[in-house]
């Protein structure tokens, strides 16, 4: 059964007056605010409904489709769920939306190659990484590069061999 609007408005101020939200005092008032609150919804729901509006609504205020590619700008990247912008989309705002990078990427067709990071923030740290090489003091590099004096030389004996006999 349907809850009278006078009904409704007296549950929400007791509720309110239990849980020392407002004062017993001003019950009258807060009374009257609520149940004035409550029949425009009532006006605004039943108008919505008579003319079919509250579906045009619902499609107006849900966020536009937006292209990946148009959220990654030169200076800043857009959260494709919330709309915020930021240099770079970390793990810790995706959390918040109950996402991690890897999930984030699929819901949205982004590849995995791609940084989620503005253009101009992945252009520094590409640059940076070129100038300081981290590459070469890994310690597979180094090894590879100390063996291979000493690799190559047996390489040009084998290649002298292999000439020689044809």
């Not at 253009?119 to 590099?141: G, H, M, S």
Request: charged share 30%; glycine share 4%; net charge positive.
């Amino acid at each position: 059964m349907v809850q009278p609007l006078t009904e409704m408005a007296k549950d929400l101020t007791l509720a309110l007056i239990e849980n020392n939200l407002i004062a017993p005092e001003d019950m009258q008032q807060r009374l009257q605010q609520i149940y004035t609150s409550l029949c425009e919804l009532k006006a605004r729901e039943d108008r919505n409904l008579g003319s079919g509006e509250g579906r045009e609504e619902e499609v107006r205020t849900r966020p536009p489709v937006v292209d990946w590619r148009k959220s990654i700008k030169k200076h800043s990247v857009a959260c494709l769920i919330c709309g915020t912008s930021f240099k770079q989309l970390s793990a810790r705002h995706l959390r918040q939306h109950d996402l991690d990078p890897r999930t984030y990427r699929q819901r949205f067709g982004i590849p995995r190659t791609q940084a989620l990071s503005a253009k101009e923030t992945t252009a520094l740290r590409r640059r940076v990484a070129q100038n300081i090489r981290p590459w070469e003091k890994a310690p597979t590099y180094v090894q590879a590069h100390q063996a291979a004096p000493a690799a190559r030389p047996i390489r040009a004996r084998k290649k002298a061999t292999t000439t020689s006999q044809s």
